[in-house]
């Protein structure tokens, strides 16, 4: 079956503007989770969505947000950006029974702020 | 508090085994994960073991866990020049709804 999509996979962005992000999960997941990669700070969470309902987050400002919709695809939207949020976005999927579980990760969308 | 730590760096010789270590310092960890990332490319998984298991075998890869000492290693058997990748242990917590938290990433170098 497919893996996790993400679109797009490279954007480029000026200081300022606002930015969506897409992930579409494997079919039949209903957990989907968002962290950014950046040299500096490595792998943090951002949030966690499960049936539309945002179950988790990370210590992110309130420029970043998120949303799912009933298929379970999800987007992020990073609003007023700045350049350190240049970055690899990663979404991954879980079939969440409860527990954590398997969590399979899409190639990301690489964002780039000038 | 939540933290996983790895040492940053490992080369190996192809042919021989490789081990990965890391800490984590949350006692609540319910999975623990290994995941391979290569240059442009998002996280793979590898695999992963719940938290009451010692040891995991999946072909080459053996993952050990030391709950008291909260450690965990990944040894990769018969190391090719392929495994060369980035290397990231993570731990998913007691009631985290799948919120993983990730080690620095080990960089892994197989030479000839």
């Known amino acids: 079956k497919a893996g996790v999509t993400q679109t797009p996979r490279y954007l480029i962005k000026t200081r300022g503007q606002q930015v969506t992000l897409s992930c579409s999960p494997i079919?039949?997941?209903?957990?989907v989770s968002w962290y950014q990669q950046t040299p500096g700070q490595g792998l943090q969470f951002l949030f966690e969505y499960f049936s539309e309902t945002q179950r988790n987050k990370g210590n992110f400002p309130g420029r970043f947000s998120g949303r799912q919709f009933s298929n379970s695809r999800s987007e992020m939207n990073v609003s007023t950006l700045e350049l350190g949020d240049s970055a690899l976005y990663l979404c991954?999927?879980?079939?969440?029974?409860?527990?954590?579980?398997?969590?399979?990760f899409g190639q990301g969308t690489r964002l780039t702020v000038v | 508090g939540e933290d996983v730590e790895q040492s940053l760096f490992l080369s190996v010789r192809e042919g021989d085994s490789s081990v990965i270590n890391c800490t984590y310092t949350?006692?609540?960890?319910?999975?623990l994960y290994w995941y391979k990332q290569e240059p442009g490319a998002g996280l793979q998984l590898l695999t992963y073991i719940f938290s009451n298991m010692d040891m995991k075998q999946d072909q080459r890869l053996t993952v050990l866990l030391n709950k008291k000492d909260k450690h965990l290693s990944l040894r990769i058997a018969d190391t090719q020049t392929g495994d060369s990748a980035i290397y990231f242990c993570?731990?998913?917590?007691?009631?985290?709804?799948?919120?993983?938290?990730f080690g620095a990433g080990t960089r892994l170098a197989v030479h000839p």
């Open positions: 991954a999927s879980s079939n969440d029974g409860g527990l954590n579980t398997e969590a399979f």
């Open positions: 949350d006692s609540s960890s319910t999975y």
């Open positions: 993570a731990e998913g917590l007691s009631g985290g709804y799948n919120k993983l938290i």
């Open positions: 079919s039949g997941h209903r957990s």
